[in-house]
């Protein structure tokens, strides 16, 4: 006992020390993690042999991350990833397996162990890729979407890996006993001579058809169970109302459905996130999503550290040049791959090199691999020691991967992805830049009342989803003069400037109002700054988009504080009026060069006028009536 809480403590002092430095330097928390296992294991030798231990329990973090992913994906949004799982999945394997064979076929391995090496390095890190996307906000994206189809295929395809392997076997296998001597294994299972670990499997000794039957046996007890069982035993728990009950079941469910999977020979991983898809649409998906969300994070960041505190540092130190080589020659060949396919695929811009850099290195799964080949006879053991230390390699590097990725994101921001623009064959009085949540409401004013608009955009799915509701509008970047003066700029009475971006929605007021000085710019802002660039630019009306209905919720917020309506209306009107001429006083001595708060004269001013409002609300006639 006294061991154990000694390890925890290790363990989780480490994370506390490791992460929120690594997250501090931008470099992310799972670098944090992997730093702390090092720091712990290697550089200061405070856990030795119990990590791999620890490691088999870490590993439960990845499959409650995929359970969780499984929520958030309805059957039907999984049906239209088909082809992505099928096309660009299926590809990214077979390619990036085939590379590799080829690499390690000129180190002069055999075409079995080179096989075996390229199907191991093929897959990707769904623990580092999944928790990065999601700690950036970036798995909703169209390159992140697109990452998770192949990280998706990948923990699919490792069922038919495992069963492929054991066909390549040259050699008698073998199996690793606890002291670290190797032994035969005389009856091809994996436990030599019946001295190796305790194994229970449903599928043991049953012929090819059997196994099959099994397996479909499982998986659709696994959607019974999901469909017909959910419903009532969350009554029950309800029925005692206890929360601590909530936790137990969800953490029942994720327990149960990988014991069953192990015992029919699939992927813990792949089980649960099947149950996740079956319950996405259930009304206890977030009950869910909020019991686990803890215990996934946890797990997690321990198995990381377990994976930095594994790295065999005494070779890693004597083979380093060759080992750090052939890391990056994994991850080069594998971002070559990626890049192609992107290509092939379509996928563009920043998409692309999400999709290329944030799948370039080995995965979590290659430990298991490798582990697997060895003791199946597959590939020599010296030969999976160096596999091992190259997956954990890459799997360092992958944080500094999405830096780059970062980098180069920031850049092709500035420059503007490049698209082909839309022919623009219309005009009208009123150009609206950006169809939004914003400019869309302004749109169907105006079309409603009969007025004709030119919308532009630059987001394709933005336009074609305006053309799909019967909305007609024109692909572009409304910030390009080209685009500008095709829309007719030079003939429109009004601009509406509705972009998400502040900096290029303060260019386009700057650049409209030099090419026409008699044009009224209607600009939507972001904040009260904003607005202040805004109006230095030369935008005529300004709306701040969280403003109107801020003051609408004040308003009701008077009346149910025991104002009439007429009263807090009136209150509105007052504030609105006074807000209006405030902001236009204190846009003239905003200077952007300075922060507000050092601007003595702003700052003064915004004293006075906050007074001014007080003084006009209490005497605007019959004091307010409080509660």
């Known amino acids: 006992m006294e061991s154990f809480l000694y390890q925890a403590s290790i363990y989780l002092a480490a994370a506390v020390l490791a992460v929120p430095i690594a997250a ?131 923990d699919i395809a490792v069922i038919p890996i495992l069963a492929f392997l054991p066909l390549l076997a040259v050699t008698v296998p073998v199996q690793i006993t606890a002291d670290g001597s190797i032994e035969r294994d005389h009856n091809g299972d994996g436990h030599g001579g019946g001295h190796g670990e305790f194994s229970l499997s449903l599928v043991d000794g049953l012929p090819g058809w059997g196994v099959t039957l099994v397996t479909i046996g499982a998986v659709a007890a696994v959607v019974l169970a999901g469909i017909f069982l959910t419903r009532p035993v969350f009554r029950f728990i309800h029925a005692a109302r206890l929360r601590e009950m909530y936790t137990a079941l969800a953490l029942l469910i994720v327990v149960s459905i990988s014991f069953l999977m192990m015992l029919v020979g699939l992927s813990p991983a792949l089980g649960a996130f099947l149950a996740g898809v079956v319950l996405a649409s259930s009304e206890f998906r977030h009950e869910l999503e909020t019991d ?16 930095g505190a594994g790295i065999n540092f005494i070779m890693l130190f004597d083979r380093w040049p060759a080992l750090l080589s052939m890391a990056i020659l994994v991850i080069l060949l594998k971002g070559l791959v990626l890049y192609c396919l992107s290509v092939a695929f379509r996928i563009k811009g920043r998409d692309r090199w999400l999709f290329t850099l944030g799948l370039a290195q080995a995965g979590e799964f290659g430990f298991v691999l490798a582990a697997f080949s060895v003791g199946q006879g597959v590939i020599p ?42 022919e623009i064959d219309d005009e009208g009085p009123v150009i609206i830049a950006g169809i939004g949540r914003f400019g869309q409401i302004v749109n169907r004013l105006l079309q409603g009342t009969g007025f004709n608009t030119v919308v532009l955009d630059h987001d394709m799915e933005t336009i074609a989803l305006m053309r799909r509701f019967g909305f007609k509008g024109f692909l572009g970047d409304p910030s390009r003069p080209d685009i500008l003066h095709a829309a007719g700029i030079d003939t429109a009475r009004i601009l509406v400037v509705a972009l998400d971006d502040p900096k290029a929605a303060i260019n386009l007021v700057t650049y ?116």
């Open 24 to 154: 501090r330097l931008g470099l992310g928390s799972v670098l944090g993690y992997l730093a702390a296992g090092i720091l712990i294991g290697p550089v200061l030798g405070l856990v030795g042999a119990e990590t791999e231990d620890l490691q088999h329990f870490a590993e439960f973090g990845v499959v409650m991350m995929l359970f969780l992913i499984g929520l958030e994906l309805e059957p039907r949004a999984l049906w239209d990833m088909r082809h992505k799982l099928l096309g660009l999945g299926g590809a990214q394997i077979a390619l990036s397996t085939l590379a590799m064979m080829g690499v390690a076929m000129a180190y002069n391995q055999s075409w079995s162990v080179s096989l075996a090496i390229g199907l191991t390095l093929a897959l990707s890190s769904t623990a580092i890729v999944l928790q990065t996307l999601s700690e950036k906000g970036l798995i909703k994206t169209g390159g992140g979407r697109s990452v998770f189809s192949v990280l998706l295929t990948q």
């Open 292 to 307: 686990l969300e803890p215990f996934k994070g946890l797990l997690l960041g321990l198995f990381f550290i377990t994976v």
């Open 381 to 422: 053991i010296y030969v999976a020691e160096t596999l091992l230390l190259v997956i954990a390699l890459t799997m360092l590097i992958s944080p500094l991967l999405f830096i780059l990725y970062e980098v180069i994101s920031r850049r092709m921001a500035e420059s503007k992805d490049d698209v082909e623009a839309d």
């Open 512 to 627: 409209a109002r030099k090419v026409r000085p008699d044009i009224h710019i209607i600009a939507r802002a972001y904040d009260r700054v904003h607005v202040y660039n805004l109006y230095q630019a030369g935008a005529d009306d300004i709306v701040r988009e969280m403003f109107d209905a801020s003051l609408r919720a004040g308003r009701y917020a008077l009346e149910n504080l025991g104002l009439s309506e007429y009263e807090a209306a009136e209150a509105e009107k007052l504030f609105y009026a006074h807000d209006r001429v405030a902001v236009r006083r204190l846009a003239e001595l905003y200077d952007p060069n300075v922060p507000t708060s050092k601007n003595d004269e702003y700052v003064a001013l915004a004293r006075e006028l906050e007074k001014d409002l007080e003084v006009s609300l209490s005497a605007r006639g019959e004091e307010p009536k409080r509660a």
